[in-house]
């Protein structure tokens, strides 16, 4: 049984008028990572909206291990574009948010905070606030609040894209590699074609509501730097180009 199911999902933001996604049908197997590409406006981060519960669906089904999606689910985690970090709180508070909103804290959550603190490089800033942060710094702070749910489905819109090329680079790398740790399924919006294309284990593009293409990435794992620079990373790359220009192959 595929992890995550969308059958025929069909969204409006106004019943019957407006609409935005037209028939999206998209299955994601345990532990794989997923991306949707497109263009702004095509309608991906509805569908990743959807997919998390945030909203529902006009027709059509999503199912998460069999049971219906029909409202946020504790084993889920959402990291959105920006980092979203309090800035009156610490970086170790803030990793320890979601818990403290459920129960109170104990030693071992601070252990836990710490291990992913380390895994993201920033143990040493545990006290520091996200104002005195870089961008890089405070996404990698996001991303360790998310593994504190110990979430088995990840969602991410966007979360690299305000970063300089080094940065998102060294952070899709931490990315990977603490989802594979932790067998976590992923879905990641974006419209950085090379990034999809790096991240994932199948991409889809979308336009106008549809998903128009969808394939495979045959790049071994784990992911490496020199893939990218390697002839059939950037044949996917100019091959899913083509599509978002509207091109039939």
């Not at 040493?124 to 998310?146: E, T």
Request: with cysteine.
């Amino acid at each position: 049984m595929s992890f995550l199911v969308m059958e025929d999902v069909t969204y409006s933001y106004e019943q019957g008028k407006n609409q935005i996604l037209r028939g999206i049908s998209w299955e994601i197997n345990k532990g794989e990572f997923h991306c949707l590409l497109g263009k702004s406006g095509c309608g991906k981060t509805t569908l990743l909206k959807l997919a998390a519960g945030l909203l529902s669906s006009e027709n059509g089904s999503i199912r998460l291990q069999g049971k219906e999606v029909i409202k946020p689910l504790p084993n889920c985690s959402f990291v959105f574009q920006t980092p979203t970090l309090l800035e009156w709180k610490t970086v170790i508070e803030n990793v320890l948010l979601p818990i403290k909103l459920k129960r109170k804290i104990r030693s071992e959550d601070m252990e836990q905070a710490m291990e992913y603190l380390e895994l993201v490089g920033l143990a040493s800033y545990r006290d520091c606030y996200p104002l005195q942060l870089s961008g890089g710094q405070q996404s990698r702070v996001a991303l360790a609040r998310a593994l504190m749910q110990k979430p088995s489905l990840l969602f991410l819109d966007e979360p690299f894209a305000a970063l300089d090329a080094i940065t998102r680079e060294e952070l899709q790398d931490d990315l990977l590699r603490m989802c594979y740790m932790h067998n976590i399924t992923v879905l990641f919006i974006t419209h950085d074609i090379a990034e999809a294309v790096y991240l994932s284990d199948r991409v889809a593009v979308m336009a106008h509501g549809e998903i128009v293409y969808q394939t495979p990435i045959m790049l071994e794992r784990p992911r490496r730097m020199e893939m990218r620079y390697e002839p059939y990373f950037n044949e996917l790359c100019f091959t899913l180009r083509q599509v978002m220009n509207g091109e039939r192959l």
